[in-house]
T-cell receptor, first 115, second 113 residues
Framework: AQSVTQLDSHVSVSEGTPVLLRCNYSSSYSPSLFWYVQHPNKGLQLLLKYTSAATLVKGINGFEAEFKKSETSFHLTKPSAHMSDAAEYFCVVSVPSGGYNKLIFGAGTRLAVHP | DGGITQSPKYLFRKEGQNVTLSCEQNLNHDAMYWYRQDPGQGLRLIYYSQIVNDFQKGDIAEGYSVSREKKESFPLTVTSAQKNPTAFYLC????????????FGPGTRLTVL
């Protein structure tokens, strides 16, 4: 069965320090993986996606993620946190299902950024 | 200005009433989706539609209904049969066959009083 596990429900960092949001996936297929960000009471915005090209994926706002097949991980990082990065982040895996590509969402990680 | 719109942003409903949430897209996408989001949980798929006049149940379809009469519109009705309807509802769309990237609307927060 396909699944996504976000290892931390909450992460708190100081402004200017690195961010690490962890994600492990389980998939029988060669997966497509995504990170989305959601600010309060807003829709989801795509940060980045992995679709079997380069294993290090660069996204918007300075975020990047590395696909590690041996570890079944797709952790999200940013070298220096900004106050505006405070939001909820979702790791998502896409798998074929009944003729279409189904998205399976992790439970989310809430990132807090302190001055 | 292309995108997905959902209305209303906030919706209040009395118990026992049906309510319809609107979702419109002008991205010319074939596929559309409805998700439900509860606090501390990821999104769960309610219904999806790959083409006009066709839709399929997702993981939590009980108590919900949809229609897809036009490519750009995919309204969701929350019926009185839905036991716990208070949640944040998100609509999405994608170009099926061109990858799995889904674009999301801003959401509707439904509260049952």
């Amino acid at each position: 069965a396909q699944s996504v596990t976000q290892l931390d429900s909450h992460v708190s960092v100081s402004e200017g320090t690195p961010v690490l949001l962890r994600c492990n996936y389980s998939s029988s297929y060669s997966p497509s993986l995504f990170w989305y960000v959601q600010h309060p009471n807003k829709g989801l915005q795509l940060l980045l996606k992995y679709t079997s090209a380069a294993t290090l994926v660069k996204g918007i706002n300075g975020f990047e993620a590395e696909f590690k097949k041996s570890e079944t991980s797709f952790h999200l990082t940013k070298p220096s946190a900004h106050m505006s990065d405070a939001a909820e982040y979702f790791c998502v895996v896409s798998v074929p299902s009944g003729g279409y590509n189904k998205l399976i969402f992790g439970a989310g990680t809430r990132l807090a950024v302190h001055p | 200005d292309g995108g997905i719109t959902q209305s209303p942003k906030y919706l209040f409903r009395k118990e026992g009433q049906n309510v319809t949430l609107s979702c419109e897209q002008n991205l010319n996408h074939d596929a559309m989706y409805w998700y439900r989001q509860d606090p501390g949980q990821g999104l769960r798929l309610i219904y999806y539609s790959q083409i006009v006049n066709d839709f399929q149940k997702g993981d939590i379809a009980e108590g919900y209904s949809v229609s897809r009469e036009k490519k750009e519109s995919f309204p969701l009705t929350v019926t009185s049969a839905q036991k716990n309807p208070t949640a944040f509802y998100l609509c999405a769309s994608s170009i099926e066959g061109a990858g799995t990237l889904q674009y999301f609307g801003p959401g509707t927060r439904l509260t049952v009083l």
